[in-house]
């Protein structure tokens, strides 16, 4: 089986407003791995791992919904690519 593996940096509002224990839940959710963190320049980024359709999904949630209280003004997406096995067994917060 063939996975999907993304790099992703959420702006906006994103800090302060549990940005990061939100993804952690949707990722569970979902299914897919990975982590997350909050930056220095105000921004969350991280990676997520797992099967296509779930990755996507989770890039919208990321694009697009986020946690109540935080406003997204912009998510990027880099570094896509398919990999054989996951490099992670669940999805974190990393600091």
């Given at each position: 089986?063939?996975?999907?593996s993304?790099?992703?940096?959420?702006?906006?509002?994103?800090?302060?407003?549990?940005?990061?224990?939100?993804?952690?839940?949707?990722?569970?959710?979902?299914?897919?791995?990975?982590?997350v963190?909050?930056?220095?320049?105000?921004?969350?980024?991280?990676?997520?791992?797992?099967?296509?359709?779930?990755?996507?999904?989770?890039?919208?949630?990321?694009?697009?919904?986020?946690?109540?209280?935080?406003?997204?003004?912009?998510?990027?997406?880099?570094?896509?690519?398919?990999?054989?096995?996951?490099?992670?067994?669940?999805?974190?917060?990393?600091?």
């Open positions: 089986m063939s996975y999907t993304v790099d992703f940096e959420v702006h906006g509002r994103v800090q302060g407003v549990c940005f990061r224990m939100y993804t952690e839940d949707e990722a569970r959710r979902l299914g897919v791995v990975g982590w963190r909050n930056t220095r320049q105000g921004t969350v980024d991280g990676q997520v791992q797992g099967p296509t359709d779930k990755v996507r999904q989770m890039q919208e949630w990321l694009a697009k919904k986020g946690s109540p209280s935080s406003r997204i003004t912009n998510c990027s997406f880099k570094n896509e690519k398919q990999v054989k096995e996951l490099d992670f067994r669940d999805f974190r917060t990393t600091y």
